[in-house]
């Protein structure tokens, strides 16, 4: 940024939505790399919602403003384009923005990135949106997938999946829960502090806590605490959603194992593993990628972990690194559609065939982790989606490949109210039914045979 650049939210905003739109860079990312750190925290906040909003409405902001275009939306100069996703999105969803505001906003932007003829206009498209009081939609009777697809801004393929699985009526409110911001969701590092403990000491700084609907360790405080405060720099806690601390407790590792952890950066799994095995024991933390395998380092020495050996090596390497063991975790790569509210821009970069190129991906990664498992042992399989190809069809991939294998369909007691089976082995979590992400676990017992 220049020394004339104003480090106003929506200036980053749209300097980080133009690396989304040209570069294809994700949303998350592209935040990362805009110098916020002059912001407020009441900025930052409009900064990420900002950016993750637009990317997140895309395709319903385009709807709107194409037909308020003489031309399409996509012939025009990027930062144009960008301007005016960012301005229609902050007059059609966010009431607490004044829609002059927005429409001015979005006019110097569009001097400052064009010239005088595109800030016109900019300023004749978006003033043309704020005397819209009901914007019109494509017609639900006539075509439910085009219809659902634009009005909550999913691609029409995973529409026509949710619409599948789900009906109308659930894929309605899953899309809708879909576009709010996530939750902020912390971990108590039971290994230092109790959870009752931390939510003393969050409460004194002024900030609300509620405990977990389902995971004992988990808290959800408002606002969200700083990084910066001695809280998070001391190890008292990590930053994890309910849904995914669920993993550690489906494998319930017992202090003195030795446990596995596939794919385990940035290390979120094998840290909540450590602390409720009191950090006794040892967990293999295995990872291809060496820069997100230095998070695992990162986290567990900032939380005092002493019982988490960071390793790169991919999942088939593990084997002859650990040898057999009792208890083995498996969260996969994969498409991350039960997390749209944290990676929003996640719904554009996929469709029916990679979903299947994961799948493959899956099939082959849970056989690597089978190999690793002991007579008597437990392998969980998890990811963070709910797409059947993903889930279900992984698992009985397995079975069939490996009938000395067996499913365990019992669970934690506390999460009874949560996890609902689906078409097959393991259990879901849902985000419109649960209040949380979507996730797929399964429990995986090796019968000996």
């Keep these: 940024m220049t020394a004339g650049d104003s480090p106003s939210p929506r200036l980053l905003a749209l300097k980080a939505l133009i690396a989304v739109d040209e570069r294809g860079a994700f949303a998350n990312l592209s935040i990362e790399r805009v110098p916020a750190n002059s912001l407020s925290s009441a900025d930052k906040a409009l900064l990420v919602q900002l950016v993750y909003g637009t ?10 403003l194409n037909r ?39 006019v110097k932007l569009a001097h400052r990135f064009g010239h005088v003829g595109t800030s016109r206009l900019v300023n004749a498209v978006l003033r043309r949106l704020t005397q819209t009081d009901l914007l019109t939609w494509p ?37 809708s829960v879909n576009n709010l911001p996530p939750r902020f969701s912390i ?110 380092a990162e986290n567990a020495t900032r939380l005092g972990l002493k019982s988490i050996r960071p390793i790169h090596k991919a999942a088939h390497a593990a084997l002859g690194i650990t040898g057999e063991v009792k208890k083995v975790l ?24 990679s979903v299947r190129e994961l799948a493959a991906n899956q099939r082959e990664m849970i056989l690597s982790a089978a190999k690793l498992v002991a007579r008597g042992g437990t392998l969980v399989y998890s990811v963070c989606t709910t797409e059947p190809e993903e889930t279900t069809a992984v698992v009985e991939h397995l079975l069939s490949e490996r009938p000395d294998f067996r499913v365990a369909e019992t669970m934690p007691a506390r999460f009874r109210q949560a996890l609902s089976s689906g078409e097959g082995p393991g259990f879901y979590t849902w985000p419109h039914r649960d209040q ?12 000996g045979i």
């Excluded at 075509?143 to 949710?162: A, E, G, K, N, Q």
Aim: proline share 6%.
């Design 55 to 64: 990317v997140s409405m895309k395709l319903a902001l385009d709807f709107q």
């Design 68 to 106: 308020l275009l003489q031309r399409p939306l996509e012939t025009l100069p990027t930062a144009i384009r960008s301007i005016l996703r960012l301005g229609a999105y902050q007059i059609m969803y966010l009431a607490k923005v004044p829609r002059h505001a927005a429409v001015d906003e979005a």
């Design 139 to 175: 017609e639900q009777s006539e075509d439910l997938v085009h219809y659902l697809s634009v009005r909550y801004s999913h691609p029409p393929f995973l529409v026509t999946r949710y619409l599948r699985r789900l009906g109308a009526h659930e894929t309605e409110a899953l899309l």
């Design 187 to 296: 971990r108590a590092n039971t290994t230092r502090m109790s959870v009752e403990d931390l939510a003393v000491h969050l409460e004194a700084r002024n900030i609300t806590v509620e405990d977990g609907r389902y995971v004992p360790e988990i808290l959800y405080p408002v606002p969200t605490p700083s990084f910066a405060d001695e809280l998070f720099t001391a190890g008292l806690y990590s930053v994890q959603g309910e849904a995914s601390a669920m993993c550690a407790h489906f494998l319930s590792p017992e202090p003195h194992e030795r446990v596995v952890d596939l794919c385990a950066a940035p290390g979120g799994k094998a840290t909540h593993l450590a602390e409720l095995m009191g950090d006794q024991g040892e967990i293999f933390a295995f990872d291809r990628n060496a820069k997100r395998l230095q998070l695992i």
């Design 330 to 353: 498996l969260d996969a790569p994969c498409s991350g559609f039960g997390v749209l509210r944290h990676k929003p821009d996640l719904r554009w970069r996929h469709n029916d065939g």
């Design 436 to 447: 949380i992400d979507g996730f797929y676990i399964a429990t995986l017992q090796h019968a």
